[in-house]
């Protein structure tokens, strides 16, 4: 599969500074290592992920190790040390949609689209969250929610690969949206 991940930007990282000084002024080195998680959750928030050199001003103004900031990053499932996808999708893996075919979707996207175990496609794509719950749309199952806000519904195994080329070349014609269910 074709693998085209965009050059990244230089993080503006003051926002970071910002609240690391504001906030996480920790007394003693006991105090900087119950710190990391919270600093690294701040990150997160920002950035969506917890990029390197977040990870290491964490550690600069903590007064604790790269390793130390790594071990947690990497020990808690949440954080994202790799950027997520350029778009996002909720796919609902609730009982109506897992009857309704959920697994084949999910079987696609390991499948063909290489989704790795974060939910992410290798190209940068997108990054999906298999939704263990209910989105409370049980009448369009199965059914995933795009950036948050465009409900695709029905979905079955041809629509899903559509909407992956429709995301894709729609980012090549420079931000093209499509049409929703
Ligand atoms: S189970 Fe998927 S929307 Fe309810």
Redesign the pocket.
């Known amino acids: 599969m074709e693998s085209k991940v965009a050059p990244r930007q230089p993080l503006d990282l003051s926002p970071l500074q910002r609240i690391l000084e504001e906030r996480y002024r920790p007394q003693d080195y006991q105090e900087a290592q119950e710190l990391i998680v919270g600093a690294c959750q701040e990150a997160q928030r920002l950035f969506g992920w917890v990029p390197p050199e977040a990870a290491q001003l964490i550690a600069g103004h903590l007064g604790v190790t790269i390793n130390r900031v790594y071990g947690l990053l990497t020990f808690y499932a949440d954080f994202r040390t790799q950027p997520p996808g350029r778009h996002y999708l909720w796919l609902?893996y609730?009982?109506?949609?897992y009857v309704a075919g959920a697994r084949r979707l999910i079987d696609l996207l390991r499948d063909e689209y290489d989704m790795d175990e974060k939910g992410d496609l290798p190209d940068g794509t997108l990054s999906i969250n298999i939704f263990n719950g209910?989105?409370?749309?049980?009448d369009l199952?199965p059914?995933g929610q795009l950036d948050h806000h465009e409900y695709v519904g029905h979905l079955t195994v041809e629509e899903l690969r559509t909407l992956i080329e429709r995301l894709r070349s729609g980012e090549e014609a420079e931000g093209t949206h499509g049409g929703s269910h």
Not at 94 to 97: E, H, L, P, V, Y
Not at 134 to 138: D, E
């Open positions: 609902c609730g009982a109506a949609c209910c989105l409370g749309v049980c199952a059914v």
